[in-house]
Nanobody, 125 residues
Framework: QVQLVESGGGLVQAGGSLRLSCAAS????????MGWFRQVPGKEREFVAH?????????????ADSVKGRFTISRNNAENTNTVYLQMTELKPEDTAVYYC?????????????WGQGTQVTVSS
């Protein structure tokens, strides 16, 4: 059974930092595209960042323009560990949202196969 479990959310002041984690289990995710998305009530879920397997031990990262230079996605594919991180710095009130981790087997495309339950991030001004 595939599970994605996010953690690390919370309340932080503007300008602060948080690190989100996503623990993936149920299969080997080293070649999966792993992404972070966020959603605010009443709005569509939006892409934040993803890390895509390229080959060997190389991954390609991409970011939404709104978080470039502030957020960093990384992953740990060590044996028995499939964890994806989102390091968030210089947080702004507009970063407030529920953040979701997602996994996609295909390297390209917009549809993700698996989703976590989400973790709330609240940035106070």
């Amino acid at each position: 059974q595939v599970q994605l479990v996010e953690s690390g959310g919370g309340l932080v002041q503007a300008g602060g930092s948080l690190r989100l984690s996503c623990a993936a289990s149920g299969r080997t995710f080293s070649r999966y595209t792993m992404g972070w998305f966020r959603q605010v009530p009443g709005k569509e879920r939006e892409f934040v960042a993803h890390t895509r397997f390229v080959g060997g031990n190389t991954y390609y990262a991409d970011y939404a323009d709104s978080v470039k230079g502030r957020f960093t996605i990384s992953r740990n594919n060590a044996e028995n560990t499939n964890t994806v991180y989102l390091q968030m710095t210089e947080l702004k009130p507009e970063d407030t949202a529920v953040y979701y981790c997602a996994a996609r087997q295909r390297p390209y495309g917009s549809e993700y196969d698996y989703w976590g339950q989400g973790t709330q991030v609240t940035v106070s001004s």
